[in-house]
């Protein structure tokens, strides 16, 4: 089944605490993205990559960082999480990131920063 | 500055009437336009999308949405509610920006339909 995971699906820290936010695509697409979704705000988009070794900033993309090693995983990763993080995220893909491509979207991690 | 707009935080709709969720986008060039629809605890679901063509555009569970390029506006529609149709909607936008390519979305609408 084509899909898009992402790992763990909740997950309360505390500020500080390093934490890695997995995502893995089965598709072969080549653009994967980060997503952070808040009441009232809608999703905004953190990193977005077009392909291996290729990422790029997104509209919020302090306080995170990602990589694309392989084509199928595209982590995120928060060195060192604060409050204003807590929020519902989403990863997702789509074959080469243009004009009329459809993403795919991962089934979302909670995240709660005490 | 390229934006899209969703002006109703909140749709009612009994169900068997005819529903519109609104959104309106500026971009530069021309737009590539998208409907998603969240429903509780998943993630988002591609439901249509208008990148050329015919003004009317038929996506899945009976929605379509007409691209009217004078208003700037991509409304999604469907001739009758269901009560299974209460989600949370989002239109989106594809820009052009540099030699990469972004999408924007609206701050989303949450449609109710009550039986």
């Known amino acids: 089944e084509a899909q898009v995971t992402q790992n763990p699906r909740y997950l309360i820290t505390v500020t500080g605490k390093k934490l890695t936010v997995t995502c893995s695509q089965n598709?072969?697409?080549?653009?994967m993205s980060w997503y952070r979704q808040d009441p009232g705000l809608g999703l905004r988009q953190i990193y977005y990559s077009m392909n291996v070794e290729v990422t790029d900033k997104g509209d919020v993309p302090e306080g995170y960082k990602v990589s694309r090693k392989e084509k199928r995983n595209f982590p995120l990763i928060l060195e060192s999480p604060s409050p204003n993080q807590t929020s519902l995220y989403f990863c997702?893909?789509?074959?080469?990131?243009?004009?009329?491509?459809?993403?795919?979207f991962g089934p979302g991690t909670r995240l709660t920063v005490l | 500055a390229q934006s899209v707009a969703q002006p109703e935080d909140q749709v009612n709709v009994a169900e068997g009437n005819p529903l519109t969720v609104k959104c309106t986008y500026s971009v530069s060039g021309n737009p590539y336009l998208f409907w998603y629809v969240q429903y509780p605890n998943r993630g988002l679901q591609f439901l249509l999308k208008?990148?050329?063509?015919?003004?009317l555009v038929k996506g899945s569970y009976g929605f379509e949405a007409e691209f009217n390029k004078s208003q700037t506006s991509f409304h999604l529609k469907k001739p009758s509610a269901l009560v299974s149709d209460s989600a949370l909607y989002f239109c989106a936008v594809r820009a052009l920006y540099s030699s990469a390519s972004k999408i924007i979305f609206g701050s989303g609408t949450r449609l109710s339909i009550r039986p």
């Open positions: 997702a893909s789509s074959l080469r990131g243009v004009e009329g491509d459809t993403q795919y």
């Open positions: 208008y990148i050329t063509g015919d003004n």
């Open positions: 598709m072969n697409h080549e653009y």
